[in-house]
C-alpha cells in the first residue's frame, strides 16, 4: 500500500492569542509581592523616580513596601498617584477586582463584589466606583461608518400627568458606531431643552465623514444628514424596528444594552464621584454632561 504523501509546507492552523483567565491573574498576581513588582516595573520602567522631586536616588524600605528619597526624604509606595492610592486593601484584590470588573459584559454589582472580594459592601462599592471613574475615555475619537443613536429615560414608572411620561426624569442618549465603541451621555431638565442637547450629543459624537445615523422617527431628531451622511428612522410607533439594515435596537446588544448599564451605574458614571477620591489619585473624573465613552465590550456589542 503505497504511503501517504504529506504537504511539507501546509498550513497549520493559528493558534488563538493567549488571552488572561482567572487562573492566570491568580498565577501572576497571587501574591501581595508579585503585584508590588509588577507596578513597579509598569510605572518606571527606567528604575524608580521621586514623585515629588523627580530625583533617582532611592533608598528601599524592605518591611514597610516603601521608598525614601535621598534627595528631599519623601516616604512614597508604588501605588502613589494611581487608583490604589490611600487604600489598605491587598493589590491583589485590587487587581481580581479590576479583572471582574472589566471582563463583566453588562457589569458587575457591588454586592457581588463583596461576596467574590470578601469584603465589605463599603469597600465594594467604593472600588467599583473607583475604577470605573479609572476607566473612562479622556478623549474619545469620533465615531465613524454606520452609527446608530438612541434614547431612554431613567426615572421609573410615574402615573401619566400633564407634563408627560418623562417628566421628571433623566434622559440617557447613547450612540453606538456598528462594529465600534460606544458613547452615552445624561441630560436632564425641561424636555424643551432636550432637541438642542441631541444636536449637541450628535455633534460631539458623530464624526463628519460618518456614512449613516441610524435613529428612531422620534420629531427631536430632526434632519441629521448632511452632504455625506444619510439620516435613516425607524417608526416605533408602526412596530417598525428593522428595515433592513436599519436599525436602533438589536437583541444581539447594541444601545439599549449599553443604556441599561449607564441607568444602573448613573451617578458614578457621570460625575458623582465617591468620597475620598479626588485629584490626587491621579483618576480623571468625568464632568456632569460630557459624553461618556464606553468600551466595546462593556456595551454588550459582539467581539
Given at each position: 500500500?503505497?504511503?501517504r504523501?504529506?504537504?511539507?509546507?501546509?498550513?497549520r492552523?493559528?493558534?488563538?492569542?493567549?488571552?488572561?483567565?482567572?487562573v492566570?491573574?491568580?498565577?501572576?498576581?497571587?501574591?501581595?509581592?508579585?503585584?508590588?513588582?509588577?507596578?513597579?516595573?509598569?510605572?518606571?520602567?527606567?528604575?524608580?523616580?521621586?514623585?515629588?522631586?523627580?530625583?533617582?536616588?532611592?533608598?528601599?524600605?524592605?518591611?514597610?513596601?516603601?521608598?525614601?528619597?535621598?534627595?528631599?526624604?519623601?516616604?512614597?509606595?508604588?501605588r502613589?498617584?494611581?487608583?490604589?492610592?490611600?487604600?489598605?486593601?491587598?493589590?491583589?484584590?485590587?487587581?481580581?477586582?479590576?479583572?471582574l470588573?472589566?471582563e463583566?459584559?453588562?457589569?458587575?454589582?457591588?454586592?457581588?463584589?463583596?461576596?467574590?472580594?470578601?469584603?465589605?459592601?463599603?469597600?465594594?462599592?467604593?472600588?467599583s466606583?473607583?475604577?470605573?471613574?479609572?476607566?473612562?475615555?479622556?478623549?474619545?475619537?469620533?465615531?465613524?461608518?454606520?452609527?446608530?443613536i438612541?434614547?431612554?429615560?431613567?426615572?421609573?414608572?410615574?402615573?401619566?400627568?400633564?407634563?408627560?411620561?418623562?417628566?421628571?426624569?433623566?434622559m440617557?442618549?447613547?450612540?453606538?458606531?456598528?462594529?465600534?465603541?460606544?458613547?452615552?451621555?445624561?441630560?436632564?431638565?425641561?424636555?424643551?431643552?432636550?432637541?438642542?442637547?441631541?444636536q449637541?450629543f450628535?455633534?460631539?459624537?458623530?464624526?463628519?465623514?460618518?456614512?449613516?445615523?441610524?435613529?428612531?422617527?422620534?420629531?427631536?431628531?430632526?434632519?441629521?444628514?448632511?452632504?455625506?451622511?444619510?439620516?435613516?428612522?425607524?417608526?416605533?410607533?408602526?412596530?417598525?424596528?428593522?428595515?433592513?439594515?436599519?436599525?436602533?435596537?438589536?437583541?444581539?446588544?447594541?444601545?439599549?444594552?449599553?443604556?441599561?448599564?449607564?441607568?444602573?451605574?448613573?451617578?458614578?458614571?457621570?460625575?458623582?464621584?465617591?468620597?475620598?477620591?479626588?485629584?490626587?489619585?491621579?483618576?480623571?473624573?468625568?464632568?456632569?454632561?460630557?459624553?461618556?465613552?464606553?468600551?466595546?465590550?462593556?456595551?454588550?456589542?459582539?467581539?
Amino acid at each position: 500500500m503505497p504511503k501517504r504523501k504529506e504537504r511539507v509546507n501546509a498550513k497549520r492552523p493559528t493558534q488563538p492569542k493567549a488571552q488572561m483567565n482567572l487562573v492566570k491573574l491568580m498565577e501572576q498576581f497571587g501574591s501581595e509581592d508579585k503585584c508590588h513588582a509588577y507596578l513597579e516595573t509598569l510605572r518606571w520602567p527606567g528604575g524608580v523616580e521621586c514623585p515629588r522631586c523627580g530625583a533617582d536616588s532611592i533608598s528601599r524600605i524592605h518591611t514597610r513596601r516603601l521608598f525614601e528619597c535621598n534627595s528631599c526624604e519623601y516616604q512614597f509606595s508604588v501605588r502613589v498617584g494611581t487608583i490604589f492610592d490611600r487604600s489598605h486593601l491587598p493589590l491583589w484584590k485590587w487587581f481580581l477586582a479590576v479583572y471582574l470588573i472589566g471582563e463583566s459584559k453588562k457589569g458587575i454589582s457591588s454586592k457581588q463584589l463583596e461576596r467574590v472580594l470578601d469584603v465589605s459592601y463599603r469597600t465594594a462599592w467604593f472600588l467599583s466606583h473607583r475604577i470605573r471613574a479609572a476607566m473612562e475615555d479622556d478623549s474619545p475619537i469620533p465615531l465613524r461608518g454606520i452609527v446608530e443613536i438612541d434614547e431612554t429615560f431613567i426615572g421609573g414608572r410615574r402615573k401619566m400627568t400633564k407634563a408627560g411620561p418623562h417628566a421628571g426624569k433623566a434622559m440617557v442618549l447613547g450612540a453606538i458606531q456598528r462594529g465600534g465603541d460606544v458613547r452615552l451621555k445624561v441630560q436632564s431638565g425641561p424636555r424643551r431643552k432636550h432637541q438642542d442637547e441631541i444636536q449637541r450629543f450628535v455633534r460631539e459624537t458623530v464624526h463628519d465623514d460618518a456614512s449613516a445615523i441610524h435613529t428612531d422617527s422620534a420629531k427631536y431628531w430632526g434632519d441629521l444628514s448632511d452632504h455625506n451622511t444619510a439620516h435613516h428612522k425607524v417608526s416605533h410607533a408602526q412596530e417598525e424596528w428593522v428595515r433592513g439594515v436599519v436599525r436602533t435596537k438589536h437583541r444581539g446588544g447594541r444601545v439599549e444594552p449599553a443604556q441599561a448599564l449607564c441607568g444602573r451605574h448613573l451617578p458614578s458614571a457621570f460625575g458623582q464621584a465617591p468620597s475620598g477620591l479626588s485629584g490626587r489619585s491621579g483618576v480623571p473624573l468625568q464632568q456632569p454632561g460630557q459624553p461618556v465613552a464606553v468600551p466595546r465590550h462593556r456595551a454588550g456589542a459582539p467581539e
